[in-house]
């Protein structure tokens, strides 16, 4: 059935979330698609199911076709979300090293888990029956249909940005769409992963040699803004301007890392003014993170119209701080929300970011009007979608197909009515309600569960290997040395 040409969704609501009007709700609404675009959408009636129906025949999926030729599904029919910023490594790193700051939590958690796939990597081949690396970018793919994103930008920092064939393999077969932000770092880190600036460019001129691939792409992703140099940057910003792409890094994500950094690493700037003073800022730049500003940089990112990708959930359980969101936004900085890795935000909730996004700033601003439910919804669709130049974050005729079904059969989303319905999916929902995910026309996830990828891999093999690597890492770490030098961490 995924080879039929047409696919048809009608449900007791449709939030389209597009151009000109995306404040509008829909009773009874549908969606058409052809391929991997949207054909038709907006409200049902029997005449444009008899015209459909008479149109395409056989050719013809229905979502949830029964007795009843075109059933209206008790569900939300909406966008898929967009996820602007995350790391596909860290799943099985859930519950390592919390209650540290980001640095220490680095060198905890991320650097030594990385180190162990690496170093032990032909006995895990055998204990997984699969690279490690594979196990864990499988997984993460699971986990972002799973919450309903359907598209992301993931960035592939420390010893994860040698392995690029990989999580192509994986974005391939699980039907996502990615930009992998390829890491670098030339200082300030885990002396194992520091590279020279010509040999990032030279990873950058592999990558676009990997073959086969239609729903993966590249771009510069150095890591952090004080783990690389101005000789890593500039060479890097370079080659994304080249070759059209996006540039990715963190920056000013932890307090004491940035006032280190503005004390001894780049005197008297931070971070945002060195990568001004260094021409590395322009609106092809997503910053992720940008927590601890100082008194010029919104004005700054403003200007030079620089994205930011907001991660409240990593944020807040890092200690990190929250950035100024409402100050960036009324300078009228472009900002999404998103995840981060799941080793720091613990899962890929997205709906889950969103309200934490706006409850930190109504209660810090004492106003209850801040970042209501419609510009959250935009901020995990439409908006990071512009961000990342995808065809996607709304449902209209020409973009891509990737829409999701969120299950109003659940007591916390009773009632739901045509007025509460953006408020409820941000207010009263869980994450767990996403019921079907399509992407590109193909269905990822159908009745609660998400089916198996391309290449066969199921979500219980999936699921199953993680878990066994998860506990031979919990092994290591036990006599593993302590591994230090990232950041302030030293």
Known sequence: MQNQKYTLCRAKFLLPLAAPDRSKRIHDGYILTEGELIKEVGQYTNEIGQRIKSAYGSQLRVIGAGSDDFPCLECVLMPA?????????EQPIIGIAKDEPLTAWLDHAVNPFTSFIIKENDRLCNELGSSPHLVTYRMARLCDIHY????????????????????AQANESAGTTMIVAVGGQDRYYVAEVLDEPAAAVARMNEAL?????????????PDQVFSNSRNMLIPLKSWARQHGTLFHTHSAEEPKTTEWFSREIEP?????????????????????????????????????????????????ILGSGMPPVIEMLKAGVPVAISTDGSGSADNQNIIAAARLASQYQKAKYQDATLLKSQQLLEMITSVPAKILRANQGEL???????????????????????????????????????????????????NGHVVP???????????????????LFAEYKQTAPELRGTGAHQ
């Open 81 to 89: 979300f967009v996820k602007a910023h995350g790391h596909d490594h």
């Open 148 to 167: 309903g994103i359907t598209t992301c930008m993931v960035h592939h920092c420390n010893f994860n940005k040698y392995r690029l064939k990989e999580i």
């Open 209 to 221: 040699k990997l073959g086969g691939l239609k729903h993966t792409t590249f771009c510069p992703g």
């Open 268 to 316: 008297g700037l931070t971070e945002v003014e060195f990568l001004e003073s260094i021409g590395v800022l322009d609106g092809e730049t997503v910053l992720a993170h940008q927590v601890n500003c100082g008194p010029r940089d919104v004005e700054i990112l403003a200007r030079t119209q620089t994205k930011i990708v907001h991660n409240p959930l990593a944020n807040t």
């Open 396 to 446: 209209s005729p020409g973009r891509q197909a990737d829409w999701i079904l969120l299950d109003l059969n659940r007591p916390n989303l009773v009632p739901t009515r045509l007025d509460n319905l953006m408020e409820n999916i941000i207010w009263a929902a869980d994450g767990s309600e996403v019921d079907t995910v399509v992407a590109r026309g193909r269905v990822l996830k159908e």
């Open 453 to 471: 990828f391309a290449d066969g891999t199921t979500p219980a093999q999936i699921m199953g290997a993680v878990q066994k690597l998860s506990e």
